[in-house]
C-alpha cells in the first residue's frame, strides 16, 4: 500500500512536470524524467514497476512524445518497457487491464516511429490479450486496437484494406463506447478520404457537430487543431474555397495565441501556405515551393507521422498527385531506422 501511495505521488508529480514541459516547450530526457521522480521517492524503479506503474508511465511517455511531435524522445525508456514485459511474460487477473494497455502503448509507440510491421505484431498480442477472462475487457480496446491498426496498413501502403476495417470498426461502435474512440475513428476515416480526394470525406467530416469549445475540452487541444487543419485542407480541395478560407480565419483567431505559447509556430506557417495555395493557386507550381515544405521537416528526428500526412498535402499541390501518394513518398524519403 506504501509503495502504491508512492507510484501515485510519482504519477501525479509526472503529470504535473508535463503541464509545465507542455506550456514552456521545453524538451527533456523523459527516462531522466522518470528516474528522477523515483528516486525523489526514495525508491527505485524495479521495486515499483508493475503493469500498472507502466502504463501510468507509458501514458506519460505517449503525451509527452506526442507535444513534442517526436516519439524518439520516449526510446530509452521502452527499452526499458520491453525488457519487463519479457521478464513477466503473464499478467494477474487483477492486472490484465493495465498489461493490455501497455501494449497498446507499445503498438502506438511504433507506429508513429515508423515500425508497422512492429507495431501490428503488438496489436495481434493485445487482440489475444483482449479474449482473455471471458473477453472482459474486448469492447473496452476494440474500437482503439481496430484503429491503429487501420493506421498501420495504411501507410504502410494498403488503404482500401485500412479503410474497411476503419469504417466495420465505426459501425460496431455502441452508445456504451467511448466517444474519444468513436470520434478518433471518425477523423481517421476522413483521413484517409480526403488523402485518396475522396468526396465522401464530406459526409464524415459533417458529422462533427460539436462547437470547437466542446472538441478541445473533451479531445484535447492538439485533437481539435488537426481536425480543424484537416477540414480546411478537405474544403480546400474540393474547390469550397469560401468555406476553408473562413475556417482558416476563425482558426487563426482561436489557435493562434496557444500555438506561440506552445512553441508551436511550424503550425501556424502551415495554415498560412495553405491559406497562400487556396488565394493563388499557382504558388504551388513555383519552382522553390516544394524545397520550402521540405524544409519544414526536422531532419534531427524521425518527423511525426501526422505531420508528413499534413506537409504531403502541399508536396501533393506541387507534384499534381493525391495527398495520400505524396504522403508516402514523404514517409519513404524522411524515415530513418
Not at 486496437?145 to 487501420?150: D, P, S, T
Not at 460496431?172 to 468526396?199: G, H, Y
Not at 499534381?320 to 524519403?333: Q, R
Amino acid at each position: 500500500m506504501q509503495r502504491e501511495a508512492q507510484l501515485n505521488i510519482g504519477y501525479a508529480l509526472l503529470r504535473k512536470e508535463l503541464h509545465d514541459i507542455h506550456l514552456k516547450g521545453k524538451v527533456v530526457d523523459f527516462r531522466t524524467l522518470v528516474l528522477g521522480t523515483v528516486k525523489q521517492l526514495g525508491v527505485s524503479l524495479n521495486e515499483v514497476l508493475t503493469y500498472k506503474s507502466l502504463y501510468q508511465m507509458l501514458f506519460i511517455a505517449n503525451e509527452y512524445a506526442t507535444m513534442n511531435h517526436n516519439f524518439t524522445l520516449v526510446e530509452p525508456f521502452i527499452k526499458r518497457s520491453y525488457e519487463f514485459i519479457e521478464s513477466k511474460k503473464e499478467s494477474g487477473d487483477n492486472q490484465l487491464y493495465y498489461h493490455i494497455y501497455v501494449i497498446y502503448f507499445l503498438a502506438n509507440i511504433n507506429f508513429r516511429n515508423h515500425r508497422f510491421a512492429e507495431s501490428q505484431s503488438y496489436l495481434t498480442h493485445m487482440s489475444t490479450l483482449m479474449q482473455k477472462q471471458g473477453s472482459r475487457y474486448h469492447s473496452r480496446f476494440y474500437l482503439r486496437q481496430q484503429l491503429l491498426l487501420a493506421l498501420n496498413l495504411h501507410f504502410s501502403g494498403k488503404p482500401a484494406e485500412a479503410l474497411s476495417i476503419a469504417e466495420k470498426a465505426l459501425k460496431s461502435a455502441t452508445k456504451k463506447s467511448a466517444p474519444e474512440d468513436v470520434n478518433d475513428l471518425r477523423v481517421c476515416i476522413a483521413m484517409f478520404l480526403v488523402q485518396q480526394r475522396n468526396r465522401s470525406a464530406l459526409k464524415y467530416m459533417a458529422q462533427f457537430t460539436h462547437t470547437d469549445a466542446w472538441y478541445e475540452k473533451k479531445l484535447g487541444m492538439l485533437w481539435s487543431i488537426r481536425k480543424a487543419l484537416m477540414e480546411i485542407l478537405m474544403h480546400a480541395q474540393f474547390e469550397n474555397e469560401e468555406l476553408a478560407l473562413a475556417r482558416l480565419k476563425s482558426f487563426k483567431r482561436r489557435y493562434k495565441k496557444y500555438l506561440e505559447q506552445v512553441n508551436e509556430q511550424r503550425v501556424m506557417e502551415f495554415a498560412l501556405i495553405v491559406e497562400r495555395c487556396i488565394l493563388k493557386p499557382e504558388t504551388a507550381r513555383h519552382p522553390d515551393f516544394k524545397a520550402g515544405i521540405v524544409k519544414m521537416m526536422n531532419p534531427a528526428i524521425k518527423e511525426d507521422i501526422f505531420v508528413i500526412s499534413f506537409l504531403g498535402w502541399l508536396i501533393g499541390l506541387a507534384e499534381i498527385k493525391t495527398p495520400y501518394d505524396a504522403a508516402l513518398e514523404f514517409l519513404l524519403a524522411h524515415t530513418t531506422y
